[in-house]
């Protein structure tokens, strides 16, 4: 560990801005509050055409690594890197579960730096499950899992894979994603005559974006509620030929991809955030619309019912004439939209801000040097 009192940590993470999701999402908001505590982090990530080799980006120390088609050239660079500058460094933390995880693990082990690997969604598709379907997968994540020091689980049914995986109970670390608190809620009408209802995020098969079109047609809403679709994706097309084609193209309005600083401004004009997907991690957007006192409604999955409880801080379904009901219940009692919305808003500030979620990750990093 460092001689001074600030911890130093190296964030690896594939992607990071100019490209913006979920992840980089999440590691922005992580490293500035660590910040905040005495924790000093550095994001290293492959280099970007138009991006500098090191550059500061909102006071984010970013490190860029040389990449070409061929994926080994940036693992080599990345081994390198690690072993160089090992002694700068008090822990990395790893944000994916691809090659770059097993490199960072195996330097680790050789310069005995702890290294910790976020997981960020269970289930179908996800990078957990592929390592499941060939002999050489499982072979990679059990030399991953012998040399990663903890995997960050941010659900618990994120923890339970990795158990099923044959992972030591003692080696996961549960820690959800954080959320940074809007400021501004006063934007939003405390009553109306209309319900916005939004959605935001990929326009792709397993976001269900369709089931949220027809159930919006079908669940006998008032002529002047409203849904916004935030995202692109390539279902656009259809999406937008479904709309059409059941006649509410005046009240689904499709916005595209929007800055997050504009998410954040629909949301805080909107009332109820609506999330079908049928495999999540735990959803940036989920955790900003409930900070941003939106009314939620949320498909019955595993990911989702670790921060929903249902009739209390959100509502849950199952099937499309499920969210036909739930659309319909929220857009007509205004006090069941206040009670959701209330109770969602207590939960994320007490338990998802990224002030504690850095804390927590803090504790973790000591309890590891």
């Known amino acids: 560990m460092s001689f001074d009192s600030e911890l130093r940590v190296l964030m690896v993470i594939p992607s990071y801005f100019p490209l913006v999701g979920g992840a980089e999402k999440q590691v922005a908001g992580l490293v500035n509050s660590l910040g905040k505590i005495s924790c000093k982090a550095t994001i290293l990530t492959r280099l970007l055409p138009n991006t500098s080799k090191i550059d500061v980006v909102d006071g984010i120390s970013i490190i860029r690594l040389k990449t070409t088609k061929y994926r080994i050239v940036f693992?080599?660079?990345?081994?390198?890197?690690?072993?160089?500058?090992?002694?700068?460094?008090?822990?990395?933390?790893?944000?994916?579960?691809?090659?770059?995880?097993?490199?960072?693990?195996?330097?680790?082990?050789?310069?005995?730096?702890?290294?910790?690997?976020?997981?960020?969604?269970?289930?179908?598709?996800?990078?957990?499950?592929?390592?499941?379907?060939?002999?050489?997968?499982?072979?990679?994540?059990?030399?991953?899992?012998?040399?990663?020091t903890r995997f960050i689980a941010i659900t618990d049914d994120v923890r339970k894979e990795l158990l099923s995986f044959g992972v030591q109970t003692k080696k996961i670390i549960q820690i959800p994603n954080g959320v940074e608190l809007p400021v501004f809620n006063s934007l939003k009408k405390d009553k109306q005559s209309s319900c916005i209802f939004v959605y935001v995020g990929r326009l792709i098969d397993r976001k269900r974006v369709d089931w949220l079109i027809n159930a919006f047609f079908d669940a006998n809403?008032?002529?002047?509620?409203?849904?916004?679709?935030?995202?692109?994706?390539?279902?656009?097309?259809?999406?937008?030929k479904l709309t059409l084609d059941l006649?509410?193209?005046?009240?689904?309005?499709?916005?595209?991809?929007?800055?997050?600083?504009?998410?954040?401004?629909?949301?805080?004009?909107?009332?109820?955030?609506?999330?079908?997907?049928?495999?999540?991690?735990?959803?940036?957007?989920?955790?900003?619309?409930?900070?941003s006192n939106n009314a939620v409604i949320a498909a019955n999955i595993p990911a989702n019912k670790g921060l929903i409880m249902n009739g209390i801080n959100g509502l849950l379904f199952s099937t499309i004439d499920d969210l036909?009901?739930?659309?319909?219940?929220?857009?007509?009692?205004?006090?069941?939209?206040?009670n959701l919305s209330k109770n969602a808003n207590n939960d994320i500030r007490k338990e998802y801000s990224f002030k504690t979620i850095a804390q927590h990750y803090k504790d973790s990093y000591n309890s590891l040097i």
């Not at 995880?101 to 910790?116: C, E, K, N, Q, Y």
């Not at 857009?331 to 939209?337: E, G, H, I």
């Open 324 to 338: 036909s009901r739930c659309l319909y219940e929220v857009s007509n009692s205004d006090a069941l939209r206040t």
């Open 75 to 148: 693992l080599l660079q990345l081994s390198y890197f690690l072993f160089k500058n090992r002694f700068f460094f008090d822990v990395i933390h790893v944000h994916t579960l691809n090659s770059p995880a097993i490199v960072s693990a195996f330097v680790g082990r050789l310069t005995h730096t702890p290294v910790i690997v976020k997981v960020t969604r269970s289930g179908k598709d996800c990078q957990l499950s592929r390592y499941s379907s060939s002999n050489i997968g499982r072979l990679f994540f059990c030399i991953l899992s012998a040399l990663v």
């Open 221 to 240: 809403l008032n002529k002047n509620d409203r849904l916004i679709i935030i995202g692109a994706g390539i279902k656009m097309d259809s999406l937008v």
């Open 247 to 291: 006649g509410l193209g005046s009240r689904v309005e499709f916005m595209g991809e929007i800055s997050h600083d504009k998410v954040i401004e629909m949301l805080l004009l909107s009332d109820v955030f609506v999330l079908p997907s049928d495999s999540e991690g735990m959803s940036n957007s989920l955790l900003e619309s409930m900070a």
